[in-house]
């Protein structure tokens, strides 16, 4: 792999900045590269380069430059796509497997998705004639950008998150500031350097700067001169981002995090469900807003789910990254290994029993977790109820399809989901009063870029993906002409 020079893209520039922060692959501990350290000035003279973009140039008013340009993004991207791959597994340290589909070429797939979708979208529609109050009037409804946009992204899904933020907030006329996790910056860097080389968006248009200082990505929530803030993160951060833009009534757009349920009927292929919700939790070390990590399963056919969950995550086990048999590889720092082993030990204070697992891998160099089955608690134990973002899983009992439905909505969650039945239409019952902003019915896959992906309840507002994922970043223009 070549290892890229990771700098700030500021009004058009590729350049680096006075201090730098280490890239550390969490597979092996080693530092495989270094980003720029941006400061506040740096960043607000990103927002500036936006805001005169936005202000100044023709890109949010002409659709076929946007056309082109996203055009030329995913073909840069695609042409790119053996690096990337390779960059998102070093830092991010997805297993090669999950790299190849939505962590990279899923979201790729979404820039022409979203470039097509413009190309034909309803920028202007008729309302038609009206009289109010007697006054004769033609309407017109217009879509028009919202303005600068500050996108803040995680560290779990690197890519496909800044792309479904940047794709649709560019197609929609939006300048955008990109803010990375300071954890990986290195596929926001990459994607600030094909823009820059490999595409005709204009300077200033999209700007990328990282920090290891979250203050810098703050000032995206703060400034008055950004218009709509994107984050995806963590509910606790998302609540400092929407407070910290009330002052300036910012538009907040909020992927937050999940406490998803894996509902089982009696009447489902226990083996196959359990085994796909158990599989689930392994990938990526368990690092996905969305995994089903509370498992609800029917109380009469507990133990035998709790024996199969247990067997199938015990056979995966953790493994290298860029092995591509790997399903389950590090999880992503020192912090967040220790922060899981706390909710293990949590897990044991509770009551809680380990099927497998409970337990950092025993390997020399980097951060690791093994699969764990969780058994022996109910709905109320903390590690239920709380976002653990490692390979774990809950086993939990029903009785029934109501109760499966109360556990599954009994969270401040409201992300994501599964239920399986051998009734497809009882297992449609049940998805129908699940909270959530997806759901999968016996073993569908909810995630594509025309396909709406986001949260109810303090998992989020908005959607990201789809043409509701477009929606999210342009205002709605009534003009009314007398007639
Ligand atoms: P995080 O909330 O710690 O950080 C996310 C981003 O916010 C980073 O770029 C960070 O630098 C920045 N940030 C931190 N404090 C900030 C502040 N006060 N103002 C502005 N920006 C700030 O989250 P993380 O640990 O990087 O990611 C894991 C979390 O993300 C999990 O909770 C997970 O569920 C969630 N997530 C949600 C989705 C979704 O689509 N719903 C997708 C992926 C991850």
Known sequence: MTVPEAQHLINGELRGSATRFDIVNPATEEVIGTAPDGSHEEMS???????????????????????????????????????????????AGAPAFIV???????????????????????????????????????????????????????????NAINLA??????????????????????????????????????AGVFNVVSSRDHGVGALLSEDPRVDLVSFTGSTATGRAVMAAGAPTLKRVFLELGGKSAAIVLDDADLAAAVGTAAFSVCVHAGQGCALTTRLVVPRER???????????????????P??????????????????????????????????????????????????????????????AREEIFGPVITVIAHDGDDDAVRIANDSPYGLSG??????????????RRVRTGTIAVNGG??????????????????REMGVAGLEEYLETKLIAEGA
């Open 45 to 91: 003279e990103a927002i500036g380069a936006a805001r005169r973009a936005f202000d100044e140039s023709d890109w949010s008013t002409d659709v076929d430059l946007r056309v082109r340009c996203l055009h030329q993004l995913h073909d840069a991207l695609v042409e790119a796509g053996d690096e990337m791959r390779a960059l998102i597994t070093a830092e």
């Open 100 to 158: 190849a589909g939505p962590q990279y070429d899923v979201p790729v797939g979404g820039i022409e998705w979203v470039a097509d979708l413009i190309a034909s979208y309803d920028w202007e529609s008729d309302l038609g004639r009206a009289e109010p109050m007697g006054i004769p009037t033609n309407r017109t409804v217009r879509r028009e950008a919202v303005g600068v946009v500050g996108a803040i992204t995680p560290w779990n899904f690197p």
């Open 165 to 202: 933020k940047v794709g649709p907030a560019l197609a929609a006329g939006n300048t955008v500031v990109l803010k990375p996790a300071p954890d990986t910056p290195w596929v926001a860097a990459e994607l600030g350097r094909i823009v820059a080389e490999h595409t005709d968006i204009p």
């Open 302 to 320: 507990y133990d035998e789910a709790v024996e199969i969950a247990a067997a199938t995550m015990a056979s995966i086990g953790t493994g290298d």
């Open 322 to 383: 860029t092995d591509p048999g790997t399903v389950c590889g590090p999880v992503i720092s020192e912090t967040q290994r220790d922060r899981i082993e706390g909710y293990l030990r949590l897990a044991e204070d509770e009551g809680g029993k380990f099927a497998t697992g409970g337990t950092r891998a025993d390997r020399d160099r980097g951060f690791w977790i093994e699969p764990t089955v969780i058994a022996g608690l109910d709905n109320s134990a903390r590690v």
């Open 418 to 431: 599964s239920v399986d039945s051998g009734d497809l239409e009882r297992a449609r019952a049940v998805a």
């Open 445 to 462: 896959v909810w995630f594509n870029p025309d396909a709406p992906f986001g949260g109810y309840k303090q998992s989020g507002i908005g």
